[in-house]
T-cell receptor
Framework: NAGVTQTPKFQVLKTGQSMTLQCAQDMNHNSMYWYRQDPGMGLRLIYYSASEGTTDKGEVPNGYNVSRLNKREFSLRLESAAPSQTSVYFC??????????????FGPGTRLTVL | AQSVSQHNHHVILSEAASLELGCNYSYGGTVNLFWYVQYPGQHLQLLLKYFSGDPLVKGIKGFEAEFIKSKFSFNLRKPSVQWSDTAEYFCAVNARTGGFKTIFGAGTRLFVKA
């Protein structure tokens, strides 16, 4: 099993450009998440999807959109990149147990720089 | 709003020293608690978790954490650290009524000198 995979690993964008970060998991998990990690701020939730066909905003959703394409895939789109979106982006998935959030499994991250 | 505080941003220890990393959270209801670790160049992975029961939980690689409800704390401990414990450690809290939102602390970077 590959677990959680993300593409690309690195990306440099110019301000105003758009891009989509891809994430896939092969563990048959219902829930998927997108986080950004910034120095001194830990991980902050951008969007999550509790199940196929549903998405919800997290702490910092502005400037992002998501698509839960199917149970395996959850993509994050930046429509018009800004330097403030320079960060490391992590995708994660989890399986809830009796409505409790269980352990999250993380992808390797995408390091994005916006110039 | 929920928040998670990790008291130390950077910790430097010598091998064989004892480790305690502090974590406090702000939510007053029932919570699920986690510690994750990120080794250099690797994914975040789970060290240990607490849902209910014995407040002293044991995780991988000799780590343990104690849930003290009255103090809203979930501190991570290890009696004797090794150079290979050099990593960043994150405390995370999920309030059961908060759905699927897990709040992470800012992280503590641990450097263990050989």
């Amino acid at each position: 099993n590959a677990g959680v995979t993300q593409t690309p690993k690195f990306q440099v964008l110019k301000t105003g450009q758009s891009m989509t970060l891809q994430c896939a998991q092969d563990m048959n998990h219902n829930s998927m998440y997108w986080y950004r990690q910034d120095p001194g701020m830990g991980l902050r939730l951008i969007y999550y999807s509790a199940s196929e066909g549903t998405t919800d905003k997290g702490e910092v959703p502005n400037g992002y959109n998501v698509s839960r394409l199917n149970k395996r895939e959850f993509s994050l789109r930046l429509e018009s990149a800004a330097p403030s979106q320079t960060s490391v982006y992590f995708c994660a998935s989890s399986e809830e147990v009796r409505h409790r959030v269980n352990e999250q499994f993380f992808g390797p991250g995408t390091r994005l720089t916006v110039l | 709003a929920q928040s998670v505080s990790q008291h130390n941003h950077h910790v430097i220890l010598s091998e064989a020293a004892s480790l305690e990393l502090g974590c406090n959270y702000s939510y007053g209801g029932t919570v699920n608690l986690f510690w994750y670790v990120q080794y250099p160049g690797q994914h975040l992975q789970l060290l240990l978790k607490y849902f209910s029961g014995d407040p002293l939980v044991k995780g991988i690689k000799g780590f343990e954490a104690e849930f003290i409800k009255s103090k809203f704390s979930f501190n991570l401990r290890k009696p004797s650290v090794q150079w290979s414990d050099t990593a960043e450690y994150f405390c995370a809290v999920n309030a059961r009524t908060g759905g699927f939102k897990t709040i992470f602390g800012a992280g503590t970077r641990l450097f263990v000198k050989a």
